[in-house]
């Protein structure tokens, strides 16, 4: 007979944990800072649990993974799908207690299981992708802003803080490399990625980061992950047109500069791209599938250990 999994359900906030045990069912609130994390391991006790589950919500949960990763076996879901399992349980109330107690039931339910702990620089990885990508928006706006300044005193202040910007981007990227070059697993998975005609050195540190599971997920998982494998959408005799849905955008804008250079220059991808043109796929369609094609390889090679070469897509 299958037993229950003793799971922990966790809603973060800014501002607050909401904690749901189901043994012995009770509930708490705890401050989202380190007081209020030494408060939830006192609440927690020496009873290790099967599972904490708690949704995703970007800078709020950051910490609190950062703290837990290594001392409590994680799960963390896509608050959709947490949504989702709320309503077909009927629950129709929606509030951080409530939201707690329905994570705590869905990881029993479903049966998850923990995710594999990030490495301990991830999130510092992962802080500076995000200055780096705010630079290159701001770089952006700045040139088109260049172009149509006429006055010579705004010109000379936007080409100064333009100046500045490429200055923060390369140390930045320093930044990156020597984070990167610290784990030898990493540093190995960096060079494999850079091995892929198409794949340079920003799109290979942005792959690792966005995607630090790389190389242990299967051919559709790592699909699914960057938002790539196409939906399909059917019922009796009715056949609608599949799309794409979800997955992690930053990971899908990585991959979409390496797609169209890989378009063009790999010769495997190239070759499929052409061949999808001629069938009269859109160019947007089949550019689609070559990025979905970069995830798959990338994660294939660095499963098995091996750099790219011409034919292996």
């Not at 609130?29 to 995703?56: C, H, M, W």
């Not at 010769?267 to 001629?278: E, F, G, S, V, W």
Request: glycine share 6%; proline share 5%.
């Amino acid at each position: 007979m299958k037993t229950m999994k003793d799971s922990i359900g966790i809603d973060i906030s800014k501002a607050h944990l909401d904690v749901y045990r189901p043994d012995p069912g009770t509930s708490a609130r705890f401050s989202n800072d380190p007081v209020g994390f030494r408060a939830l391991t006192r609440f927690i006790g020496p009873k290790q649990p099967d599972l904490v589950v708690y949704e995703a919500t970007g800078p709020y949960h950051a910490r609190f993974e950062q703290v837990f990763s290594r001392r409590l076996p994680l799960v963390k879901v896509n608050p959709l799908q947490a949504r989702r399992f709320a309503q077909a349980c009927g629950t129709r109330a929606k509030t951080d207690a409530v939201d707690a107690r329905m994570l705590a039931q869905m990881g029993s339910a479903l049966d998850l299981v923990p995710d594999e702990p990030a490495a301990e620089d991830q999130n510092e990885l992962k802080e500076l992708q995000i200055a780096r990508m705010a630079l290159v928006k701001d770089r952006t706006r700045l040139k088109n802003r260049l172009k149509t300044q006429t006055l010579g005193f705004t010109r000379r202040q936007t080409k100064a803080r333009l100046a500045q910007i490429e200055r923060q981007l390369e140390a930045l990227q320093s930044e990156m490399a020597s984070l990167i070059n610290a784990c030898p697993k990493r540093t190995r998975a960096y060079a494999i990625l850079r091995s892929i005609h198409g794949i340079g050195e920003v799109a290979a540190a942005a792959i690792l980061i966005e995607c630090p599971e790389i190389g242990t997920l299967g051919k559709k998982q790592a699909a699914c992950l960057a938002g790539l494998a196409p939906m399909t959408r059917q019922s009796g005799t009715w056949k609608g047109k599949a799309f794409l849905q979800g997955g992690r955008k930053h990971l899908r804008d990585a991959l979409y500069m390496p797609a169209l250079v890989a378009s063009r220059f790999n010769p495997d991808l190239r070759d499929k791209y052409q061949a999808m043109i001629n069938a009269g796929k859109p160019a947007k369609v089949a550019l689609t599938t070559i990025m979905r094609k970069l995830i798959e390889l990338a994660n294939a090679l660095i499963r098995h250990d091996r750099k790219w070469k011409a034919k292996l897509a």
